[in-house]
């Protein structure tokens, strides 16, 4: 993780996260610019969107362990879930 681009890029997708956490009935109109940016001009398959999420939950549970429950698991797979979802909203 040497590249700060890189970095500050996945400071910028985790923080995405607790904007979904804040905007739960509107998660299609909040991640709305993102889509377009990824379908439009970045061109990303949409499946990456899920595999991300799934990394972010082995990530979670690695770190966190015992802590890391069977509901928080649910809980944080229903997020990035829902997030997938919003991101991969605008592809046709």
Same mark, same amino acid.
């Given at each position: 993780?040497?590249? *700060?681009?890189?970095?500050?890029?996945? +400071?910028?997708?985790?923080?995405?996260?607790?904007?979904? =956490?804040?905007?739960?009935?509107?998660?299609?109109?909040?991640?709305?610019d993102l889509s377009e940016l990824h379908?439009?001009?970045?061109?990303?398959? *949409?499946?990456?969107? +899920?595999l991300l999420g799934n990394m972010i !939950? =082995?990530? !979670?549970?690695?770190?966190?362990?015992?802590?890391?429950t069977p509901q928080m698991q649910a #809980?944080?797979?229903?997020?990035?879930? #829902?997030?997938?979802?919003?991101?991969?909203?605008?592809?046709?």
């Amino acid at each position: 993780m040497g590249n *700060p681009k890189v970095k500050a890029h996945g +400071r910028k997708v985790l923080n995405s996260f607790g904007n979904a =956490i804040k905007h739960m009935d509107d998660l299609k109109g909040t991640f709305a610019d993102l889509s377009e940016l990824h379908c439009d001009k970045l061109h990303v398959d *949409p499946e990456n969107f +899920r595999l991300l999420g799934n990394m972010i !939950l =082995i990530v !979670l549970a690695t770190h966190f362990s015992k802590e890391f429950t069977p509901q928080m698991q649910a #809980a944080w797979q229903k997020l990035t879930n #829902a997030v997938a979802s919003a991101l991969a909203h605008k592809y046709h």
